[in-house]
């Protein structure tokens, strides 16, 4: 077994004072996987290669520190069987006791549940486990998806667009591009119903892109559900977890001032960007004014509101005809709409339930 350690520059928050250290997660785990019946690994590989592996097949096991988060880090493991085959297989660690240690417990349990709805859009969890470090931190290994990488939400260009964050290729998606990343969120998420506080500005989803340009798209993280799915929670769910560069010009009660003024649009996008940019806040801060003054973020709010719509078709032109699909479509943003108005539910503070029969009037007509 060999451990590869290197400075991670995915974690920008203050660590805490009950945060167990690198050295002693280490230990922690790979005591977890040679303990005196490596169930945890065995148990692991057996899903990984998808028959039951002898550990005497295992020739070297190779495991990287690849990310930190805020409450879990996160590792890559090589397999190398002395056949020749290869497997991966990611290993996701609580940061310390307490909250982080809950929300990996209940990351495993509901990434389960998520695989038993559709295997096809989340990473599969393979085995839970307590590492002996500190009283006990929660781990699990899941499926390691070498092709896909972490999606993120860029802000600082054409207004705000998707990017494929890895280190040595980043790819980044135009504003016509990005309209297909978010349209297969918003399907994504319709196969969950009950997920709920899904980050899409960064590490939640990962990503491929496929030759026909299309984005597969795959859920990492499932850290809270909910009990109730109906339609309508479900949709307001949805449209809390979406947000365009325009949501960072709001203060997330009511929609962005499409006529704001120069110096409070920079006040408000330097806010943004400083902490990441530093001394070239405010040149990017102006490239955008620029955007904004063309429309470019209002275009976008507005593109986002067809999406989340036509993502909900999606997902049910998957198993019924166009005209079947249309129809439970209307229905579930309608009783969106009408829960809203009825105060059953809060108003999406971008997306207001009253402009949602004219667009499904709209869409209805493209669809057909």
């Known amino acids: 077994m060999f451990w590869h350690l290197r ?15 690198l050295a002693e997660t280490v230990k922690g785990l790979q005591a977890l996987l040679l303990d005196d019946v490596a169930a945890v690994l065995s148990d692991t590989l057996r899903q990984v290669f998808s028959r039951p592996v002898g550990l005497s097949e295992l020739r070297r096991l190779d495991i990287a520190f690849f990310q930190e988060g805020r409450e879990q880090r996160v590792w890559r493991a090589r397999a190398s069987l002395q056949d020749g085959a290869v497997g991966l297989f990611g290993l996701i660690i609580a940061r310390s006791m307490g909250t982080s240690h809950d929300v990996t417990q209940r990351d495993f349990g509901h990434l389960q549940h998520l695989s038993e709805l559709q295997p096809r859009y989340c990473v599969r969890p393979y085995v839970q486990a307590t590492a002996p470090v500190a009283d006990g931190l929660a781990a699990y290994t899941v499926q390691w998806c070498e092709s896909h990488k972490e999606l993120v939400f860029e802000v600082r260009r054409d207004g705000g667009t998707f990017l494929i964050n890895n280190p040595k290729a980043h790819r980044h998606f135009s504003p016509a591009s990005s309209r297909g990343v978010w349209r297969r969120i918003a399907e994504v998420l319709c196969w969950y119903p009950g997920l709920r506080g899904i980050n899409v500005q960064a590490g939640d989803f990962i990503g491929r892109v496929e030759p026909d340009g299309q984005v ?111 129809r439970e479509t209307k229905q579930r943003w309608l009783a969106y709409a009408g829960a809203v108005r009825a105060g059953r539910l809060p108003p999406s503070w971008w997306f207001p339930a009253a402009e949602i029969p004219a667009l499904l009037e709209r869409l209805g007509q493209r669809i057909s």
């Open 216 to 326: 597969d798209l795959k859920l990492t993280t499932g850290r809270q559900m909910a009990s109730d799915t109906s339609p309508e929670t479900h949709v307001a769910a949805m449209l809390q977890g979406m947000i365009t560069a325009s949501g960072y010009l709001s203060d997330g009660r009511r929609p962005f001032d499409r006529g704001m003024s120069y110096e409070t649009f920079l006040l408000r996008m330097r806010g943004v960007l400083e902490r990441r940019f530093g001394d070239r806040t405010a040149t990017m801060a102006r490239q955008q004014w620029e955007l904004f003054r063309a429309g470019v973020f209002a275009r976008q709010e507005d593109w986002l509101k067809e999406d989340c719509v036509l993502g909900t078709f999606d997902r049910w032109r998957t198993d019924s005809s166009a005209d079947a699909a249309w």
């Open 7 to 21: 400075k991670n520059w995915h974690f920008r928050h203050q660590r805490g004072a009950q945060e167990v250290s």
